[in-house]
């Protein structure tokens, strides 16, 4: 697929961003790119003094920058002050964002649909795909090549589901969701328990008789699996968004806006709250409580409740200062030892 070069003037820029232009408003602005990699005619980020100090030997045409940072403007070159670049720089990219990836409108003929599936208007239905008995799915939702939709689960409006992603039987998708490449909704939770019987032990499967319910506007990320609850439903809350490669356990509650960054393993029956930052690598036990507003560092392992609102690291997870304390005392353990050792 090929597009029409993207150009917007410095002041269009400004405008669409909500910042305050400092030189040459007509300054044609043909892409975007990182500080270091930016040419001519292109916008670039200012986020600290450091590149800032460096925005004189800059190639690039225009930069978005954070008001307070001390910055020389120049004739040439177009400075947009905001309160927050890296979101600016964000809605700028969406000036230059090529038009989005759609399979054909309709349903392609390779597709199977269940003659008591419910399709709504205008929606897009790959190769290969499947769409199971009793599924409804609302307007304007993409559904690519190989995409699983099992029996009875329901999608609201404006949904993108890209290649290979799979929907499992009765779960529920809110509106305006998007399910990256090979993710999987409601496999069945992680549940066994052991029996000894007249022919040695073995383990017995719990079923997993529940569902997931994802709310609206939702991004699950390529290879993320979010199982399904033992009974009644994990819950995936308004506005959350979950990198690659995470695994939410089954019974798991999330609240709204919760960010959960790659390689990730949330254990079942464990709630986040609300606004709740997690970084990559991050291993959390079951049944752990994590409060509204947490951030925990990537990396960290919870194996208790947390408290609203602090900030965790660390081996098991615990306020990031006495982290940082302890992993500083740690350092100088050997030095400590030898000291000891001479007496």
Same mark, same amino acid.
């Given at each position: 697929?090929?597009? *029409? ?5 410095? @002041?269009? +820029?400004? $405008?669409?961003?909500?910042? *305050?232009?400092? %030189?040459?408003?007509?300054?044609? +602005?043909? %892409?975007?790119?990182?500080?270091? *990699? ?14 800032? &100090? ?21 004739? @040439? ?5 905001? #309160?927050?670049? #890296?979101?600016?720089?964000?809605? @700028? ?7 989005? /990836? ?10 199977? !649909? ?51 992603? !799979?929907?499992? #039987? ?13 993710? /999987?909704?409601?496999? &069945? ?6 029996? /000894?019987? #007249? ?10 008789? %529940? ?24 819950? +995936? ?15 798991? $509650? ?25 970084? %990559? ?13 947490? $951030? ?25 200062? *006495? ?21």
């Amino acid at each position: 697929m090929t597009t *029409e070069p993207i150009t917007h003037n410095a @002041a269009k +820029i400004a $405008q669409h961003v909500g910042g *305050e232009l400092i %030189g040459p408003a007509e300054a044609p +602005i043909t %892409g975007i790119s990182d500080f270091d *990699e930016a040419a001519p005619g292109q916008l670039t980020l200012i986020g600290t003094q450091r590149y800032a &100090d460096r925005w004189a030997d800059c190639p690039a045409s225009a930069a978005l920058i954070n008001r307070g940072l001390e910055c020389s403007p120049t004739d @040439a070159k177009a400075l947009i002050r905001v #309160d927050d670049a #890296d979101l600016a720089f964000s809605k @700028a990219l969406a000036l230059y964002a090529p038009p989005p /990836v759609l399979t054909d409108p309709g349903i392609h003929p390779t597709a199977i !649909v269940h003659p008591s599936a419910k399709l709504g208007p205008d929606i897009r239905v790959g190769p290969h795909a499947l769409i199971g008995p009793g599924v409804t799915i609302g307007q304007n939702c993409v559904l690519h090549n190989r995409v699983t939709v099992m029996d009875h689960t329901q999608i609201g409006n404006h949904c993108t589901l890209w290649p290979g992603a !799979v929907i499992r #039987d009765r779960c529920t998708l809110g509106d305006r969701c998007t399910i990256h490449p090979n993710a /999987v909704i409601g496999a &069945d939770g992680f549940g066994y328990r052991p029996e /000894v019987t #007249d022919r040695g032990p073995r383990l017995v499967k719990t079923p997993q008789i %529940g569902t997931v319910i994802i709310g609206d506007d939702v991004e699950i990320g390529a290879g993320a699996c979010i199982d399904r609850a033992k009974c009644n439903a994990t819950v +995936i809350g308004d506005g959350c968004k979950i990198d690659n490669l995470v695994q939410i356990g089954h019974n798991c $509650q999330l609240g709204k806006r919760v960010i959960i960054s790659g390689c990730t393993g949330v254990g079942g029956s464990t709630t986040i709250g609300d606004g709740t930052v997690i970084g %990559g690598c991050v291993a959390i036990t079951d049944h752990a409580l994590i409060g509204p507003g947490a $951030q925990l560092a990537g990396g960290s392992q919870v194996a208790a409740s947390l408290p609203a609102g602090g900030t965790y690291a660390g081996t098991p997870a615990r306020p990031i200062r *006495e982290a940082i304390r302890e992993a500083g005392a740690l350092k100088r353990l050997p030095d400590l030892l030898k000291q000891l050792r001479r007496g």
